[in-house]
């Protein structure tokens, strides 16, 4: 590696939120999985004089499936995602995604609250986190607080973290009995490829109608970002074919893609018309 | 500036010394031991060509550091096995002749190591799925499907007990 740093393992979380606040001017980085920020120091896009390694706090840790809501510690890894029969069941989107996500070794080390907190515009488990209403748990040595995580990007690689604070834990309310929540990556292959265009869909219904309807987009704009002009078409209506045609146009109108070396802007909000229009045809008929 | 520290690694089995600053990557660190057998690839976390098992779990030994790996076993592809005593996944490669340049075979041998301890009976799909944070430039992957899924088979046969 080619830039130095200085390290502290702390073995729990009051030894890591210590040392995140102990920065006296320096620039200090929490360091969970590294498959994103080891890759970012080598290439010189981040540079600081100190990390703390996340690997021996436990508390960031485990999985909580309430009667209401599921929670889970900021340092679960992909894999972690993966291996839940519990995760299976009460967030198929977030399985899905965490299935296509990098390769194994990645998928074993990188971290939900990392994914989060990369900025990606790209980051793959944020829609479908989106599209469950997952609020953060943002912990300080001097505070706590949550935050829907609707509200944690402010602009391309921008969030609202304070450097002294760690994403603790994630958590969402349990899907309704009638729902459906599900994903797609369209990337140029299945395994380590970064997404091209990425939608999650949540549509709950109940008595013919609409009741809930979240869709979220990766790739096609500077964040990771809910759609409500197209969630509000649909939610408290039976939806037809019309209706979930102008959904998928707003989608499409409401995203800002651009030309990348991965696809042209064209051909992203191509996409998302044609994707959300599918995961909500799709996600619908089942519900019927 | 960067600390330097004394650690002790635990690869395939054995105590080594080392000093290393806390920059250092488990990859640098374990080829500066001699472990020539770990490559680097694209140190991206792209190839594999790293991985290493680390309390039995694959990951890539060019994004996690040293000081991070001390006390925790790490395992090699010569730790599996060597020309005496073979691991089967070993010989399976050798058998189905699924290497050819062989610069990516140490990660992808410990990947389908990882594979099969979590599931001894991978169709081809995990194996491919599993295999996806591994890349051969030679183009050679159908040979190297078969001969994961013969070792599987291999190992079940003997019990299980790699």
Same mark, same amino acid.
């Given at each position: 590696?080619?830039?130095?740093?200085?390290?502290?393992?702390?073995?729990?979380?009051?030894?890591?939120?210590?040392? #995140?606040?102990?920065?006296?001017?320096?620039?200090?980085?929490?360091?969970?999985?590294?498959?994103? #920020?080891?890759?970012?120091?080598?290439?010189?896009?981040?540079?600081?004089?100190?990390?703390?390694?996340l690997d021996g706090v436990d508390e960031l840790k485990g999985m909580e499936f309430g009667p209401e809501r599921i929670a889970i510690g900021g340092r679960t890894t992909v894999s972690d995602l993966?291996?839940?029969?519990?995760?299976?069941?009460?967030?198929?989107?977030?399985?899905?995604?965490?299935?296509?996500?990098?390769g194994l070794m990645v998928r074993n080390t990188g971290t939900v609250a990392g994914n989060i907190a990369s900025g990606s515009p790209a980051a793959d488990l944020v829609p479908p986190l989106?599209?469950?209403?997952?609020?953060?748990?943002?912990?300080?040595?001097?505070?706590?607080?949550?935050?829907?995580?609707?509200?944690?990007?402010?602009?391309?690689?921008?969030?609202?973290?304070?450097?002294?604070?760690?994403?603790?834990?994630?958590?969402?309310?349990?899907?309704?009995?009638?729902?459906?929540?599900?994903f797609y990556k369209l990337a140029r292959r299945?395994?380590?490829?970064?997404?091209?265009?990425?939608?999650?869909v949540t549509l709950a219904a109940a008595g013919g109608t609409c009741t809930t309807a979240r869709i979220a987009l990766a790739s096609v704009a500077p964040v990771v970002r809910r759609v409500k002009e197209a969630e509000a078409l649909l939610e408290g209506r039976a939806l037809t074919p019309a209706l979930i045609d102008e959904a998928a146009e707003a989608a499409a109108e409401a995203c800002t893609p651009i030309d990348d070396i991965r696809a042209s802007a064209d051909y992203r909000?191509?996409?998302?018309?044609?994707?959300?229009?599918?995961?909500?045809?799709?996600?619908?008929?089942?519900?019927? | 500036m960067s600390e330097t520290r004394n650690i002790t690694l635990r690869i395939n089995g054995r105590g080594e010394e080392g000093r290393f600053p806390a920059h250092r990557t488990l990859l640098e660190a374990l080829r500066q031991l001699g472990h020539m057998e770990v490559k680097c690839g694209c140190e991206k976390g792209d190839c594999g060509a790293c991985a290493v098992l680390l309390d039995g779990m694959a990951v890539d030994s060019c994004l996690t550091l040293a000081w991070m790996a001390a006390g925790k076993e790490v395992t090699t592809v010569s730790g599996l096995g060597d020309l005496d005593a073979p691991h089967p996944l070993q010989e399976a490669f050798a058998d189905s002749g699924a290497a050819q340049c062989g610069y990516c075979i140490p990660g992808i041998i410990i990947a389908a190591q990882a594979i099969i301890a979590e599931n001894p009976e991978p169709s081809e799909d995990d194996i491919r799925l599993g295999l996806?944070?591994?890349?051969?430039?030679?183009t050679g992957y159908t040979k190297i499907f078969e001969a994961i899924a013969d070792a599987a088979r291999e190992m079940r046969a003997e019990g299980g007990e790699q």
């Open positions: 590696m080619y830039a130095p740093f200085e390290l502290d393992i702390p073995n729990d979380l009051a030894g890591a939120l210590a040392a #995140l606040a102990n920065g006296d001017g320096e620039a200090v980085l929490p360091l969970a999985g590294g498959t994103n #920020l080891i890759v970012d120091i080598r290439a010189g896009r981040e540079r600081p004089d100190r990390m703390v390694g993966l291996r839940s029969p519990e995760i299976a069941r009460e967030a198929p989107s977030l399985v899905e995604a965490a299935r296509l996500f990098g989106l599209t469950l209403d997952a609020e953060l748990t943002l912990q300080s040595a001097a505070s706590t607080r949550t935050l829907a995580l609707d509200d944690y990007y402010l602009g391309y690689k921008q969030d609202a973290r304070r450097p002294d604070e760690l994403i603790t834990r994630i958590s969402w309310p349990r899907l309704p009995r009638d729902s459906v929540n599900t299945k395994g380590d490829a970064i997404t091209v265009t990425g939608v999650a909000r191509h996409t998302v018309r044609a994707l959300t229009r599918r995961l909500v045809a799709g996600a619908w008929d089942r519900l019927a | 996806s944070g591994n890349l051969c430039r030679c």
